[in-house]
T-cell receptor
Framework: DAGVIQSPRHEVTEMGQEVTLRCKPISGHDYLFWYRQTMMRGLELLIYFNNNVPIDDSGMPEDRFSAKMPNASFSTLKIQPSEPRDSAVYFC???????????FGSGTQLSVL | SQQGEEDPQALSIQEGENATMNCSYK?????LQWYRQNSGRGLVHLIL?????REKHSGRLRVTLDTSKKSSSLLITASRAADTASYFC???????????FGTGTQLKVEL
């Protein structure tokens, strides 16, 4: 298996633009997580899905952030409109069961100018 | 969910020495996991220890768990420069089905 695949690897955009981050989890994994990492705040859990259904989105910072999982093999995290403070590395992770290990993607480095 | 608190925040050792990192948490757990993050990369799972286990080994890694003290430690023996990374603990349990992470221990292994 290729592991968790995220795209793009790097994204540079201007303030106010819409940004869409993509994630393909490991086949057969039922759980998908979106994290954000910054120097100031560390690694924050934004939202997670179980069987394509959002379970906990309490970490989503604002209404500008939205996440979807239309099927078991694809998820998106959208920021609209983007702001400079959204600059961070965004990670997607998946797992096969609720209390088992997570497999992380390589992350998307987002820079909002 | 709960997050662990790693200690120390930073650790610098010479190659060949052992590195010990500690983790404390607040409520009961089902398991506790350790992850490594190399600069610019995603986290990689190292080892999982369940609440009914006291010690676990994987190669040069040794993890202990003391549920009475709500603490865990990660020992890396005979460290190598390639072990330079950030290490995170993630206690699982106490409500919710999600893992949250602390700020980690930054380990630097010098030649």
């Amino acid at each position: 298996d290729a592991g968790v695949i995220q795209s793009p690897r790097h994204e540079v955009t201007e303030m106010g633009q819409e940004v869409t981050l993509r994630c393909k989890p490991i086949s057969g994994h039922d759980y998908l997580f979106w994290y954000r990492q910054t120097m100031m705040r560390g690694l924050e859990l934004l939202i997670y899905f179980n069987n394509n259904v959002p379970i906990d989105d309490s970490g989503m910072p604002e209404d500008r952030f939205s996440a979807k999982m239309p099927n078991a093999s694809f998820s998106t995290l959208k920021i609209q409109p983007s702001e400079p403070r959204d600059s961070a590395v965004y990670f997607c992770a998946s797992s096969g069961a609720t209390n088992e290990k997570l497999f992380f993607g390589s992350g998307t480095q987002l820079s909002v100018l | 969910s709960q997050q662990g608190e790693e200690d120390p925040q930073a650790l610098s050792i010479q190659e060949g020495e052992n590195a010990t990192m500690n983790c404390s948490y607040k409520t009961s757990i089902n398991n506790l996991q350790w992850y490594r993050q190399n600069s610019g990369r995603g986290l990689v799972h190292l080892i999982l220890i369940r609440s009914n286990e006291r010690e676990k080994h994987s190669g040069r890694l040794r993890v202990t768990l003391d549920t009475s003290k709500k603490s865990s430690s990660l020992l890396i023996t005979a460290s190598r420069a390639a072990d330079t990374a950030s290490y995170f603990c993630a206690p699982f349990g106490g409500g919710g089905n999600k893992l949250t992470f602390g700020t980690g221990t930054q380990l630097k292994v010098e030649l």
